[in-house]
């Protein structure tokens, strides 16, 4: 699998005290900040980020970022994939081409779907990312991966496959915090999903194995920390931290209802 790299925007200079070369530079980064509609969108992207990073989930990378104006606010800074030696298909844009769906498109896929060709050629090529991220996206409650990956499709075989975007998974499901937590407990949330009907049992499971044998002190020290990030209190954190812990006991019945 190839590594999936950032791009550097700008090398500044050298580092002074560097013994190995080092230089300075500046990364091309994605800044996403908590507002008025996006309560929980920080906090959200960043433990989804953590969670995804333990379970092996091809995501892009982000981490949490300041800025010296407005030191008191967290930032989430998705780090900018570098594109520029690969063939990409960018997911992410609307699709204005209306297509219905090939003959041999299985039933139950998503209606209405863009992209539909690509996505069932990424799901030929990439059957066990695309496993892992459904299982993925079932377990944090996040009903936006519609236009939320990059992939290459081009080459013939595999290249780099990436997720982005969890600012609507967690405890930013919804518009509030409380109403989020009350989402994460329906069993039958997420509704809908782009891969339904479309991924590999095989991998499904595998991925449905590696989060439910995932160690509570995982899930623990990647949703708790010991301040409020952005507008989400240590006691909503914990509270995430058990809905997860719930949620994945009933992962399983919700894959099987969309194989
Ligand atoms: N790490 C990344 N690497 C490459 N491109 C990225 C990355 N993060 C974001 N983008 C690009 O920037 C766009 C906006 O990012 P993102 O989806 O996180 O923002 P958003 O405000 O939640 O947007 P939307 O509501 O449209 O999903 C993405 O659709 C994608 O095209
Ligand atoms: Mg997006």
Known sequence: MPILSYKIL???K???ISTTGAEE???????????EHYKAQVYSELVANRLAMFLGI?????????????????????LIAFEEDSEIYDFTHIDYRSL???????????????????????????????????????????????????????????GIIFALDHGSSLLAC????????????????????????????????????????????????ATVFDETIGNVTPMDQYALFEALRVRRKYLRQQIQNIM
């Open 10 to 12: 700008e090398k500044i």
């Open 14 to 16: 050298p580092n002074e």
């Open 25 to 35: 530079g500046v990364l091309s980064i994605l800044i996403k900040t908590d507002n």
């Open 58 to 78: 091809p995501v892009a990378l982000g981490v949490p970022a300041k800025h010296s104006e407005t030191k008191d606010r967290l930032s989430f800074a998705s």
């Open 100 to 158: 219905e769906p090939p003959r041999n498109a299985p039933k139950g896929i998503l209606q209405g779907m863009d992209h539909l060709r690509e996505v069932i050629k990424l799901t030929k090529l990439y059957p066990l990312e695309i496993a892992f991220l459904t299982v993925f996206d079932f377990w944090v409650g996040n009903e936006d991966r519609s236009y939320n990956f990059k992939a290459e499709l081009s080459k013939g075989n595999r």
């Open 174 to 221: 919804q518009s509030t915090i409380d109403k989020s937590l009350e989402q994460l407990e329906q069993q039958d949330y997420p509704r809908f999903h782009p891969f339904q009907k479309l991924i590999h049992p095989l991998y499904a499971g595998e991925m449905i194995e590696r989060i439910t044998s995932m160690p509570d002190w995982a899930i623990e020290s």
